[in-house]
């Protein structure tokens, strides 16, 4: 899907949900910490936000985040190539969503980190949980203010309402799927 159709996607699906739940520009703003003018660039699809600016819209919205992203149905072959994709960090990272089920409950992604790349992720909503497996390079996740060190094949998965900070320090790409799973209250 090519930029401008995502920026579309996600403008269009921003100001539905905003109808939805009876909000103004300015209470959305008040609610996701997101300027009133930036929002309104991205209802137009003049913007294409940031991993960190969808995140947040999502988190205040208390949905998730692939609401802007995903087309859910009950079986569905989504190739490499048409996978939605978030890039920040000067491109280090890389973020592609993969799949949503049931009811954006849980939601996966191929998430690739070039060298040098640090990512720190804006806390959850309480009760949502991340759970990753490295499948190439090495990866640094620091939760908590607790360093993990991963390698290929390493898993892990923790309470995601604290900032959690993903790190490559090698040359190599590190790639890794991960789900977060949302608690049923929202």
């Not at 360093?147 to 900032?163: C, E, H, K, R, T």
């Amino acid at each position: 899907m090519e930029k401008e159709q995502i920026s579309a996607q996600i403008g269009e699906r921003l100001r539905r949900l905003r109808m939805q739940t009876n909000l103004s520009l300015d209470a959305l703003a008040r609610k996701t910490g997101v300027s009133k003018p930036m929002l309104g660039q991205i209802e137009r699809g003049t913007s294409n936000p940031t991993v960190a600016t969808l995140w947040k819209i999502a988190s205040g919205l208390g949905v998730p985040f692939t609401t802007f992203l995903a087309d859910v149905t009950t079986t569905r072959v989504t190739r490499a190539e048409e996978q939605s994709a978030l890039y920040e960090d000067g491109e280090k990272y890389q973020v592609y969503n993969t799949f949503t089920v049931e009811a954006g409950r849980a939601e996966g992604f191929r998430v690739r980190l070039l060298p040098g790349c640090r990512r720190a992720a804006e806390p959850h909503a309480p009760g949502v949980v991340e759970a990753l497996v490295v499948t190439r390079g090495n990866l640094q996740m620091t939760v908590t203010d607790q360093v993990y060190n991963l390698s290929p094949g390493d898993s892990m998965q923790f309470q995601a309402d604290s900032v959690h900070v993903y790190e490559n320090l090698d040359t190599d790409v590190c790639e890794a799927c991960l789900v977060i799973f949302y608690s049923v209250g929202g």
